[in-house]
């Protein structure tokens, strides 16, 4: 086989969508965003008396405990209150940390039909690409290793899946945490039975360990325990739930954790994100996918995967095209869908838009065209004529079709595997070889009634998916960490069923399947203690290989990708594509922070790996830089001086950028069997000269560490050339906040009649991520000068912070007969992500005139100030705050 074609992968995804966030990426959501909660999650110190905090709360006016947290991972409370805010009742418990709950959305799959299941089954795989075929070849199976999965169920009755639920069942236990109605909607009712409802945690679970005779999951002998955290429908969930499912698998003995979950977040120390790292600190692996709203562009991470050292998953097309790909359209009752697949050609084809006729609807037929075609036969012009090997020479089969007016021959394989046709004379048809199952199965698809056009014109190659979210976080430590295919995944389903669906909600289960693959072979935290997740979270990030630069994506869309010359940014994939074989067979290992640079204002220049060999060998070990793509986030006003945001969406990114930051790279270095040895590195940001720092521009790439023993790591390094502090300031966008009440003057009357709404309303858009907002009243002619950290009521003029219902609906109004007033948060808000249309476009909060600690603000004048928390900047300090400060308010009560 053609070196090059060997890389081929035939993906027969037929009907495709994206997981986790799909419908984030056709706008189907709203563009107001709830910002708040009423409750909240507080962390108290270990050994902390827990009954008395309770009471403590529970006497607290319209404040009831809803869970209670005791792990040696999370001691703490899940509390519901109305009346008071996140600092009053931090103080109240006695605790560390307090967080408010956030709504994490539901995983949206959208749902095709598989046309031929047989054909993608026997297959599908792309474990030849990730090194996981080479694993499977050692005898690795994921065999004793336990895997929780945190979804929405599964339905272990699914053949491929055991067909069955208990401890003598692959699917050997789990639990429902919110029951089969439709919460957060309707109360939890949690039971023993963690069946899936929805099928996505069900595709989760094949990807990791599904097994038929014609298909095999990365680790098809693991143990899979199930934590359904997902009700009826697609209401999404809550951090609180998602922390007790966590807490809960790792009481239950899970080796690893993976949740194909998440939600536009981009702060590492959420409740959520909190669990899941400390979950590592202890030995537990945990995977989490990156998301998918990618079309937002650069800064926008994801929740849960945000955590320290919990890999974040990004997802590359399940297709690798090293050349010759092409796109088929399959047609049936009207409904067309994309897939891509590979054919080896003598020259690449150009055509688009032809026909596919077989010559034959026998997909098993030993001749075809072996002899002439009989004359009833349609003409074969402006076709590409799809016929089966064997039987007789190609070129006969070549003269056959030529006589019925072919010029395009497109041979499929009476076997796997596929190779250029041997070279005929005659001048036409164009000849190539495509897989045997993709000809069976569009010969089947034919013969069922379907046509299929192909255009081959598209330059392809593998890249990465393109509705991956991109990091860094807003603190500007990386994420995500890893890729793995995600692209047009076929994997169990529902009722026995199967699926094809893409997201990185499909790649993070990947590398879950690695984890239990590498714990077979070299054992987990009950061998190697509690460093054993972060030494594996440096192990998979280390094998990732680079992947280019893509904004599309191919096997999604079937548009053409450029090939720019530069891989993709560490912000959208990590270090690239996973290597499995590296991950368990490598006697190199590194430990290593990833190189988080941070801007221009608080460059970070030295870090650090060490080396350890563990094989029996010296080596000597070189390091090189492998520069990424650039590029520049700042988005320059249209021609009419307007601009929806200062920060660019993907599509909007452009042409990557040559930026690369200055290294004097170290000296190749000796390390003996059993040593390990510490290596500095020092960095210096790109040369002005290379850049504009008005873009706003971003570089990123790996240090490359290479063995003469051919083994081969990399650590990942990213950087800003800018000043986030200067360009976020002001962080409130354009015309933000945006103040609305009836009546135009500062005169409140909160009176919540549809006729008079006496309320105000403020809309409020940010440019990037905002660590804390604030709505704070004062005493009348209160000034800035008078602001303390955090204010304290009945200190220097504070009144108290303001609140907002909680489940405000944008071009509606309070409807007093419907709604009720006390169903409101408190301010501050916290960990706020940057705005984007249809995801996060502003954030909506009404005033109805209640404080955070329970009292409604009398008639008076009011200094009103509301504010948002600069990057990278001290809160003690007024100037730290972008400041919103209405004029002197009246408050006529009526």
């Not at 080796?255 to 939600?263: N, Q």
């Amino acid at each position: 086989m053609h070196p090059l074609r060997s890389l081929f992968l035939l993906s027969l995804g037929l009907f495709h969508g994206v997981s986790a966030f799909g419908r984030r990426q056709d706008g189907s959501t709203t563009e107001t965003t709830d910002a708040g909660s009423n409750t909240f999650i507080l962390e108290l110190p270990k050994g902390s008396d827990m009954e008395a905090a309770k009471r403590r709360l529970n006497d607290q006016p319209g404040t009831v405990v809803l869970k209670t947290f005791e792990s040696d991972i999370f001691t703490g409370l899940s509390v519901e209150s109305k009346d008071s805010n996140l600092e009053m009742l931090q103080e109240l418990a006695e605790a560390v940390k307090s967080w408010s709950t956030k709504m994490v959305p539901s995983p949206a799959p959208r749902r095709g039909r598989t046309f031929i299941n047989e054909a993608a089954a026997s297959n599908y795989s792309v474990h030849q690409y990730t090194g996981v075929e080479k694993v499977h070849e050692s005898g690795l199976s994921g065999k004793g290793v336990v895997i929780a999965v945190v979804d929405t169920g599964i339905d272990y009755t699914h053949p491929a899946l055991g067909a069955g639920f208990g401890p003598d069942y692959k699917i050997a236990g789990g639990y429902d945490l919110v029951g089969d109605g439709e919460f957060p909607l309707t109360p939890r009712d949690p039971d023993e039975d963690p069946m899936d409802q929805n099928g996505h945690g069900t595709h989760v679970a094949g990807i990791i360990a599904g097994k038929t005779e014609a298909f095999t999951g990365v680790a098809p002998e693991a143990t899979l325990r199930a934590y359904k955290v997902f009700g009826r429908g697609d209401q999404g969930t809550t951090e609180d739930v998602l922390i007790e499912a966590f807490i809960m698998a790792y009481n239950d003995g899970a080796d690893i954790i993976t949740a194909s979950i998440g939600g536009p977040d981009g702060w590492a120390d959420g409740a959520w994100a909190t669990v899941a790292s400390r979950m590592v600190d202890i030995g537990v692996v945990v995977t989490i996918a990156a998301s998918n709203i990618g079309i937002a562009g650069p800064f926008f991470g994801s929740s849960g995967s945000s955590g320290k050292n919990v890999l974040a998953v990004a997802s590359t097309d399940a297709s690798e095209f090293a050349a010759d790909p092409f796109i088929a359209n399959f047609t049936l009752d009207g409904i067309t869908n994309l897939t891509t697949l590979a054919y080896a050609p003598n020259n690449p084809w150009t055509i688009k838009d032809y026909p596919i006729v077989p010559t034959s609807l026998n997909a098993s037929i030993t001749d075809d065209a072996c002899r002439p075609l009989p004359s009833s036969f349609p003409p074969l012009n402006g076709t590409v004529a799809l016929v089966r090997r064997g039987g007789c020479d190609f070129s006969v089969k070549q003269a056959n079709v030529r006589a019925a007016g072919g010029e395009y021959v497109l041979f499929y394989n009476t076997e796997n595997g596929y190779w250029i046709p041997p070279y005929s004379p005659q001048p036409t048809p164009e000849v190539a070889m495509a897989e045997a199952d993709a000809g069976e199965a569009i010969v089947n698809f034919i013969a069922a009634g379907g046509t299929v056009t192909v255009d081959f014109s598209q330059n392809l190659s593998y890249k990465v998916g393109a509705y991956t979210s991109w990091g860094p976080l807003f603190d500007l430590q990386i994420k995500p960490d890893i890729a793995a295919p995600g692209a047009d995944i076929y994997s169990t389903y529902l009722d026995g069923s199967w699926m094809v669906l893409s997201g990185t909600s499909m790649a993070t289960p990947y590398i879950a399947g690695i984890a239990a693959l590498y714990i077979e072979r070299h054992g987990g935290r009950n061998v190697h203690g509690t460093d054993f997740a972060k030494g594996f979270f440096d192990r998979v990030v280390s094998s990732g290989a680079a992947v280019p630069w893509s904004t599309t994506s191919p096997a999604s869309t079937g548009q053409p990708n450029q090939d720019y010359g530069y891989y993709a940014p560490v912000a959208q994939v990590g270090t690239g594509l996973v290597d499995a074989s590296k991950i368990v067979a490598y006697t190199t290992s590194l430990d290593f922070e990833p190189f988080a640079l941070n801007d221009t204002a608080n460059f970070a220049p030295n870090h650090e790996l060490s080396i350890t060999n563990n094989g029996e060998q010296t080596v000597e070990y070189t390091f090189t830089l492998q520069p990424a793509g650039g590029f520049e986030t700042f988005q320059p006003r249209n021609q009419f001086g307007a601009r929806n945001a200062m920060l660019r969406s993907l599509s909007d990114l452009g042409t990557p950028i040559n930026l690369v930051p200055i290294i004097d790279l170290p000296a190749p270095v000796i390390v003996q069997p059993g040593e390990t040895k510490l290596i500095s590195f020092t960095f210096a940001p790109p040369s002005p000269s290379s850049y504009n720092v008005t873009q706003m521009p971003v570089y990123s790439g790996k240090i490359l560490v290479t063995g003469d023993n051919g083994e081969a790591l990399s650590v990942p390094y990213l950087g800003v050339a800018f000043s986030l502090g200067e360009a976020f300031n002001p962080v409130f966008r354009r015309n933000s906040p945006e103040f609305s009440l009836r009546n135009p003057t500062n005169n409140f009357t909160f009176d919540l009649s549809m006729e008079n709404r006496g309320y105000p309303v403020i809309y409020v858009s940010l440019e990037y991520g905002v660590a804390e907002l604030r709505w704070d009243i004062f005493e009348a002619n209160w000034t800035e000068s008078q602001w303390t950290y955090p204010p304290v009521i009945g200190e220097n003029g504070y009144i108290g912070s303001a609140t907002s219902y909680a489940a405000p609906r944008s071009g509606t109004f309070f409807d007093p007969n419907t709604m009720d007033e006390n169903d409101t948060f408190p301010f501050p808000v916290t960990s706020l992500t940057r705005s984007y249309p249809f995801v996060t476009n502003y954030y909506e909060f009404w005033w109805l005139g209640g404080l955070a600690n329970g009292t409604k603000l009398p008639s008076g004048r009011y200094s009103m100030r509301v504010a948002a928390l600069r990057p990278f900047t001290d809160p003690n300090n007024s100037t730290s705050w972008n400041v919103w400060q209405l004029p002197e308010t009246l408050v006529t009560r009526t």
